[in-house]
């Protein structure tokens, strides 16, 4: 039977070129536009490295401190009663903000209140917002540098091309020793091959390479730099700033899913109980906390309500562009199919007269209208890899590569089957329901 | 056998009722070829596609085989249509895009026979046509009386007890047409299958057993 309809099916695309053409043309240029889209969130969200924990992941990023002052207001209602006035005063006593601060945390103030939290199977404090320029003969370099403790290497998984991270004891003992993307290593020694254990000059500070990483891709900008050394070879000034701000941040592994609401909470419960040095000043301090998502999506699209909020508005945004570019081109496809599928009315009936049910029926528009769409997606496939191959080329998203592996491929065979479906079934349901002898009637000569 | 009873067929708009078929009461045993004849307009094709259960009447019961038709669009009644009965049309109807042999093989698709017993079935019907060396040529390769052929070889792929012929000769010449009309009396005298045949042409219809004649929906003979 579907040998049957495959071989009607391909038969049925050539009877009107123009429409096939159509049809192809809008599946396949909307899956490229697809495939391009899920490459490009495999690339931001997926768990390439070093983003392998992703999932258990939970940040502190910033701290925002708020001086909060009872606000009494005298709300009164007037109502006439028996021809006198009477009057209710209601006191409503609420809280305004007189003033407000919010910075990433200090080195002092994450390392003091943060290392004992409820649901952490680990922690790390770094910093990710130093840069230094760097003059290699006559010419300058900008590094970005992250500042890090030895547990940061445990917790994101970064790939070693060459060498190893810093250690435990390399960190308490202020070693002097750097960890340098492949990129930074080809920039400041001109190769990247026996360079170990050379030494370049940071910060007029003499450190030697010990690693080289993989580059990371331009999403994970809050901890992607040329450079990595140890947190204790920072600025003094920076590191023992007493301060509860400064340029620092923490990342916890929770040990599952649950783990991470547990030191959302316990996060939580540590900044009511923290005593402000300066209650006159500030009184109130909250700790913004956020999974993966919520952070990469703050990055994104900076709410004053937070993470979470801007993760709402992520979705929102994605949702819709999702919506338009799969919506839109069904919506066409049906539309095209409805006339495709009227034209056909005569073999329909005939098809009934001779047996067929109208679940035949349908099965047999949708199976050629699958069959319409792979073939789209077939030549979408081909255009996206095209397209996949000028945006790494070109270089339009820096330091991001954009890869068609497994799941983006399996992604876009479900779009569409999906598709497939959705386009042909409409028209297909109302064509498997007419009269047998008004459809044949129809294009009848 | 085919047996209607009372059966009326109404055609209603919002201002317009119109009776294509009145009250009709007709028998046809079994190895009948019975010929349908009358005026255009007179409801002769309604008749028959009443018969073929791909039409509903207003009012009255069709029964076929002993089983009474209630719900038109059941898989019971497809099933029914599928293996018992087989169709001609005057204008062939057959799948332009499809080969001879798999027009042919159409009824079967929905008996879910193998692909090698459909493919078996449908070369002995073509040879019964004298088809079978076009099997693989598409329609519009062929004649008119070579498509009507292959649209009889359809009907009678699935040895059906019945043939419902709506004009079968309506689009032919008088040779061709002469040459449909043996191939349905040699079906009707070698396998007593039982034809209804809709005609225009007094001529064949005095070459079957039995002629009605129907007149404004009524039948006057």
């Given amino acids: 039977m579907f040998s049957n309809y495959f071989k009607l099916a391909v038969k049925v695309l050539g009877r009107r070129p123009s429409f ?30 070093p983003l392998g924990n992703r999932d258990e992941l939970v940040f502190v990023d910033r701290i925002t401190m708020k001086l909060e002052v009872p606000d009494t207001t005298w709300q009164v209602d007037s109502t006439l009663v028996n021809g006198q006035m009477t009057y209710d005063s209601t006191e409503i006593i609420t809280t305004s903000n007189r003033s407000f601060s919010s910075a990433m945390l200090s080195y002092s103030f994450a390392d003091r209140h943060l290392r004992d939290v409820a649901g952490a199977k680990d922690y790390s404090i770094y910093s990710p917002t130093f840069n230094y320029d760097l003059f290699i003969n006559g010419n300058k370099l900008t590094f970005d540098a992250v500042y890090s403790d030895e547990r940061f290497w445990d917790i994101y998984n970064f790939e070693f091309l060459q060498g190893r991270p810093f250690r435990k004891q390399e960190v308490e003992g202020q070693a002097q020793v750097v960890v340098l993307t492949q990129k930074a290593t080809k920039q400041y020694f001109g190769t990247d091959e026996d360079v170990l254990g050379k030494f370049m000059e940071i910060d007029n500070k003499r450190f030697e390479l010990i690693g080289i990483v993989k580059e990371l891709s331009n999403s994970k900008g809050f901890l992607s730099g040329q450079a990595y050394l140890p947190i204790t070879t920072a600025n003094p000034v920076v590191l023992n700033n007493d301060s509860f701000q400064g340029p620092f941040e923490v990342v916890f592994l929770a040990g599952s899913a649950r783990g991470k609401e547990d030191i959302r909470q316990d996060l939580d419960r540590k900044a009511r109980q923290i005593v402000m040095p ?25 709410r004053r309500d937070g993470p979470d909020s801007s993760q709402r ?19 066409n496809l049906i539309n095209l199919n409805v006339s495709r599928i009227m034209e056909r009315s005569t073999e329909i009936g005939v098809r009934k007269a001779f047996g067929a049910h109208s679940n035949n029926i349908l099965l047999q528009l949708v199976f050629e209208n699958i069959v319409l769409t792979f073939l789209g997606g077939a030549i979408g496939l081909l255009l996206a890899l095209g397209a996949l191959y000028l945006v790494n080329d070109s270089n339009i998203l820096p330091n991001t590569t954009l ?12 779009i569409c089957l999906v598709f497939g479906i959705i386009s042909g079934l409409l028209p297909a349901w109302r064509m498997s329901r007419i009269q047998i002898v008004n459809a044949i009637k129809q294009n009848q000569l | ?34 010929s349908i004849m009358g005026p255009s307009g007179c409801g002769k094709s309604t008749l028959l596609n009443i018969m073929g259960m791909i039409d509903e009447p207003t009012t009255g019961v069709v029964t076929i085989a002993g089983q009474s038709v209630n719900n038109y669009h059941s898989k019971a009644v497809a099933r029914f249509r599928n293996e018992k009965l087989g169709f001609i049309f005057q204008s062939f109807h057959l799948i332009n895009e499809l080969s001879v042999i798999d027009n042919v093989e159409l009824p079967l698709i ?24 076009r099997m693989k040529h598409f329609p519009g390769q062929l004649s008119g009386g070579q498509k009507q052929r292959v649209a009889i070889a359809r009907a009678i792929v699935g040895q059906p007890q019945i043939i419902l012929a709506d004009e079968p000769t309506g689009n032919l010449d008088s040779v061709m047409g002469n040459e449909i009309m043996n191939i349905l009396l040699r ?26 004649r129907l007149f404004d929906g009524s039948q006057v003979q």
């Fill in chain 2, 187 to 212: 079906l009707n005298e070698d396998h007593n299958t039982t034809i209804v045949m809709v005609t225009h042409d007094e001529m064949m219809a005095q070459k079957t057993h039995r002629l009605v």
């Fill in chain 2, 110 to 133: 929905y008996r879910k026979a193998s692909a090698k017993k459909r493919r078996q079935l449908a070369e002995q019907a073509l040879e019964q046509v004298g088809l079978k060396n």
């Fill in chain 2, 1 to 34: 056998m085919i047996q209607l009873k009372d059966i009326t067929k109404v055609y209603q708009t919002k201002t317009i009722e119109t009776t294509a078929l009145n009250n009709i009461n007709l028998e046809v045993p079994n190895g009948e070829f019975l």
């Fill in chain 1, 403 to 414: 890869r068609f592996n497994v799941s983006v491929f399996l992604y876009s065979l479900l």
């Fill in chain 1, 20 to 49: 096939t053409a159509i049809s192809l043309f809008g599946i396949s240029f909307t899956l490229m536009i697809l495939i391009l889209l899920a490459a490009f969130l495999d690339a931001e969200l997926g768990e390439e490295q």
């Fill in chain 1, 313 to 331: 508005m992520l979705f929102i945004v994605f949702g819709g562009l999702l919506l338009l570019f799969v919506l839109l081109p069904t919506l």
């Fill in chain 1, 278 to 302: 300066n209650p006159e000043q500030y009184n109130v301090l909250e700790l913004q906390s956020s999974d993966f998502l919520s952070r990469y999506a703050f990055s994104v699209f900076p």
